[in-house]
């Protein structure tokens, strides 16, 4: 078994190869032209490697300045993520304008939600607020990404391959920071280097499936989308319904208060 | 400390799932708009009850009860049972096409009613539960049956009250997309 630090640094360069190759083949399929944010979000990820490490060299691991470069890297690096997470929700909703708007609400309350509930549960420990903030960015991207696959379908929206593995792969990155980033605040002193260890660890699984996407993605894949009712139809039809799906509700309520008066 | 490492650490695992459970492939394919509409036209199981549950009355059994035919009506009960689960089922299904017919209406509708939606939201959830329960007192033999005898009087009642409500939504629908036509109309002579 190598030394963990030699360990870490062997997957931080690994990491930083595939993010290379991940960039050159987003820009071999063109893709900075349809998902430009994602394409920024990839570069500043090199650029953040490339500073970081750099300030490690200059400063050591354990200095302050390297502290300051890392998290104000990492804040720069979840905004970039935030944007591509918002593109990933705009192209999967742009077909559907009527629920595109509900969905774009929900989802904006969903991720206020989710932020303010990590900084709540984090029980106002303000020492630890950068990890704090932190964590709750990563629930609320994580929270928003459940929260549109769950949309997605409710309403049977087609989601093309390349979104669908750029979202899971954000998705499932978020929920490992939280775990990692708890786990970290718990044993902090034992669990330092390991920490940095599975975060290089868990972005190398998701580059690796967004390598694997962008890869196969070709510019003939599209999603079918059947054509668009009136808004009238819509109003007349739904209506239609809730009336309808009331008294299959109001059929099943009857079933149940006749079997309980009896009981 | 511990309490806030548990609630992350669940949070977490609880989006996993969830993330998991909404990429299955959906038990249903796709309704085309063809197919929507005419889910919300045809007739439904539902609309069939009161025949069905003609045969399901209580005092079927309380008269062979009387004659002493124990066995045929353990009989009779079981295949009570299975009848009802069976409807159970029907209204379920029922219920899914609409609720299918309806999301994919919204979600090719240039503009929905926020309202509209929530409220379906909840008699889904609310059907999904009701629904479940009473599947799972049919199974546990608590004798069901009786309430769906009982609601044979009213099943009647309810499909009339249906039928009466989707005429009333059609002539309203009628009468609101001919509105717009005779204001147009009056324009155009004005002119």
Redesign the interface.
């Known amino acids: 078994m190598g030394d963990p630090v030699n360990l870490r640094n062997l997957a931080w360069a690994l990491t930083t190869m595939l993010k290379v190759i991940l960039l050159f083949y987003l820009l071999r399929r063109k893709l900075y032209r349809s998902h430009p944010a994602f394409f920024i979000y990839i570069l500043t990820t090199i650029l953040m490697s490339i500073v970081v490490a750099s300030a490690y060299r200059h400063w050591g691991f354990q200095s302050i300045q390297s502290w300051n470069i890392f998290w104000g890297g990492q804040g720069v690096v979840i905004c970039t993520r935030w944007l591509a997470v918002a593109e990933i929700a705009r192209k999967i909703l742009a077909n559907?304008?009527?629920?595109c708007?509900?969905a774009s609400?929900l989802l904006l309350a969903v991720g206020i939600c989710a932020l303010a509930?990590?900084l709540l549960?984090?029980?106002n420990?303000w020492q630890k607020a950068v990890l704090n903030a932190d964590?709750g960015l990563e629930?609320s991207i994580?929270?928003c990404?459940?929260s549109l696959?769950?949309f997605?379908?409710?309403?049977?929206?087609?989601i093309a391959a390349l979104e669908?593995y750029l979202a899971?792969g954000f998705?499932?990155y978020?929920?490992?920071w939280?775990?990692n980033?708890?786990m970290y605040?718990?044993w902090r002193a034992s669990f330092g280097t390991l920490w940095n260890f599975l975060e290089i660890l868990t972005f190398f699984a998701t580059l690796l499936l967004w390598i694997r996407a962008v890869r196969e993605h070709t510019e003939a894949e599209t999603v079918t989308v059947?054509?668009?009712?009136?808004?009238?139809?819509?109003?007349?039809?739904?209506?239609?319904?809730?009336?309808?799906?009331?008294?299959?509700?109001?059929?099943?309520?009857?079933?149940?208060r006749?079997?309980d008066s009896?009981? | 400390?511990t309490?806030?490492?548990a609630?992350?650490?669940t949070?977490?695992?609880v989006?996993?799932f969830?993330?998991v459970w909404?990429?299955r492939p959906?038990k249903r394919g796709?309704m085309?708009?063809s197919e929507v509409?005419e889910a919300?036209s045809e007739q439904?199981h539902?609309a069939r009850?009161p025949q069905i549950l003609q045969a399901l009355r209580v005092e079927d059994t309380e008269y062979l009860r009387d004659r002493g035919h124990g066995e045929l009506i353990h009989r009779i009960r079981t295949e009570r049972k299975r009848v009802a689960l069976q409807y159970l089922e029907r209204?379920q299904e029922?219920?899914e096409v609409?609720?299918?017919?309806?999301?994919?209406?919204?979600?090719?509708?240039?503009?929905?009613?926020?309202m509209?939606?929530y409220?379906?939201?909840k008699?889904?959830l609310?059907?999904a539960f009701?629904?479940r329960?009473?599947r799972w007192?049919l199974r546990l033999g608590?004798q069901?049956w009786?309430?769906?005898g009982?609601?044979s009087d009213?099943?009647g009642g309810?499909t009339l009250?249906?039928e009466a409500?989707?005429a009333r939504?059609g002539e309203?629908?009628t009468m609101?997309?001919e509105f717009p036509l005779f204001l147009e109309k009056g324009r155009g002579d004005s002119e």
């Not at chain 1, 559907?96 to 629920?99: L, T």
């Open positions: 559907y304008s009527g629920i708007r509900l609400r509930y990590s549960a984090s029980q420990n964590r629930m994580g929270m990404l459940v696959f769950l997605a379908r409710y309403y049977r929206l087609p669908a899971i998705c499932l978020s929920c490992f939280i775990i980033d708890s605040e718990r059947p054509a668009p009712v009136s808004p009238e139809a819509y109003e007349k039809l739904s209506l239609e319904v809730n009336v309808r799906l009331h008294l299959l509700n109001e059929r099943l309520n009857h079933l149940l006749t079997e009896r009981s | 400390m309490l806030s490492f609630l992350f650490i949070t977490a695992l989006l996993v969830l993330l909404a990429l959906p796709l085309s708009t509409f919300l439904r539902y009850l209204l029922d219920f609409l609720l299918e017919a309806s999301r994919i209406l919204a979600a090719l509708s240039p503009e929905v009613i926020p509209h939606e409220e379906r939201f008699l889904s609310r059907f009701f629904c329960y009473l007192r608590l069901p009786s309430a769906f009982t609601i009213m099943a309810m009250r249906l409500a989707t939504l309203r629908a609101a997309s």
